[in-house]
């Protein structure tokens, strides 16, 4: 039975029909599929322009994820810089944006500074120590577009996925908007995605049992869209858990094990240089909403202190301190994740058996109305919290 089309309908239809790759042909049938008449007699249409869709896309999906298999010779990837201190940030941006001279000014490391190219020539680690704490800072090689398809590159994106927080380096002598497309086109390339809930989708690959999908009041599409594109990607049995608003590109990179989620701030630097204010305002409006903006000038000591506690608080981890009954408390922290609870800081402590042979535990908070209290092993720590443990 012909179904009632519009002209333009038709007209898109050859023009899709007669696309060829498939970046374009997805293209063309997003456009097709904005044309189908809405009455009832074109659904079933519909639902097979966009079974079709979900395939193309499935096979791009998959075409890239071969390439990049390729290019990256299959092996696992590493950081280059092994870890140390509580939390690791790594600075990234274009070349001579300043990292060495920031590096330099807050921590005892001596980097080369220079204003020709490319300086550092490896992923460079220095630690910083803010009061009682060591963060590693590690400056990576300038990023320039292409840095994914250079093997320095790609080994100083892998300390980037890798990282607890990515600083975004923004010189306010440069044009902003050149450096912010090569800084977040390289990381993106590098399937490394900023400041994104990774908890929004939970994939869990199982043996059996089909396809099971929950919580797709949070999708942004159909349940059909989530079927079809398991279809095509040929995948019979999963678990696919939607926890919180998720987009299609959320969903497809939930999908995908080589996507790395890593919080990210950006650091304006030179605050002296000619034109730098201007600079900044024009960065605050284009990416204020997206990133937390912290200028700095290296050279004229400014808002370096504000800038170290700035990384500390993106890192999300709290300092706790523990306290044996009768004396004072450990000079030095333990450091956890934000959100743990009793529990988490007793297992870093007493590493084993401690939740068999736990009695009792108390926090005591300074600025608290009830300044002691006793807790359970579910209690939530709060940064700077004095801990005291006690065990059978
Ligand atoms: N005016 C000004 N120049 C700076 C500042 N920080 C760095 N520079 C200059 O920028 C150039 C590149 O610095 P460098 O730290 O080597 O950049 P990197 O390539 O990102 O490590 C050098 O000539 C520095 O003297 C700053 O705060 N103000
Ligand atoms: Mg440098």
């Known amino acids: 039975m012909p179904t009632n089309v519009t002209p333009e309908f038709d007209k898109q239809r050859q023009i899709y029909e007669d696309t060829e790759g498939l ?18 007699g074109a659904e079933r249409m519909k639902g097979d322009y966009r079974k079709k869709l979900a395939q193309l896309k499935a096979q791009l999906d998959k075409q890239r994820e071969q390439d990049r298999a390729r290019r990256s010779g299959g092996g696992a990837e590493e950081g280059v810089v092994r870890k140390e201190g509580a939390g690791q940030v790594c600075l990234v941006g ?32 220095a630690m910083l120590s803010l009061e009682d704490i060591n963060i590693q800072l590690v400056e990576i090689p300038g990023l320039f577009e292409g840095s994914y398809d250079s093997g320095i ?35 993106d390339r590098a399937r490394i995605r900023l400041n994104r809930e990774k908890s ?11 396809h099971q999908i929950y919580g797709i009041q949070y999708y942004e599409g159909t349940r059909d869209d989530v079927i079809d594109y398991l279809h095509a990607r040929k995948i019979t049995n999963i678990i696919v858990r939607f926890q919180k608003p998720a987009t299609h590109q959320q969903f497809v990179d939930a999908m995908d094990s080589s996507v790395a989620y890593v919080r990210a701030l950006v650091v304006a630097t030179k605050g002296d240089a000619p034109n730098s204010k201007e600079r900044f305002q024009e960065l605050d409006e284009k990416y204020g909403e997206r990133f937390e903006i912290i200028p700095i000038s290296a050279e004229k000591n400014e808002n370096l202190d504000g800038m170290a506690w700035a990384l500390y608080l993106r890192l999300d981890i709290l300092r706790i301190y523990t306290k044996i009954p009768g004396k004072r408390r450990e000079v030095k922290p333990i450091v956890l994740p934000v959100g743990s609870v009793v529990e988490d800081a007793a297992a870093k402590v007493h590493k084993e058996l401690f939740v068999e042979r736990f009695k009792s535990a108390a926090i005591i908070r300074e600025n608290d109305k009830i300044k002691r209290r006793v807790v359970g092993l579910n209690y939530p720590l709060a940064e700077g919290d004095v801990l005291q443990l006690s065990h059978r």
């Open 23 to 40: 970046e374009k042909r997805i293209v063309e049938l997003e456009k097709l599929l904005s044309f189908v008449p809405r009455h009832k």
């Open 94 to 125: 274009v070349t001579n944006s300043g990292k060495s001279t920031l590096i330099n000014a807050i921590t005892n490391a001596e980097f080369e500074v220079a204003d020709y190219p490319f300086t550092t020539p490896i992923p460079t680690p």
């Open 153 to 187: 590159g790609r080994q100083s994106l892998a300390v980037a996925r890798n990282t607890d927080c990515i600083a975004i380096l923004i010189d306010l002598s440069q044009d902003i908007e050149t450096q912010m497309s090569i800084i977040l086109g390289e990381l």
């Open 200 to 210: 929004a989708v939970r994939i869990e690959r199982v043996g059996l049992g089909g």
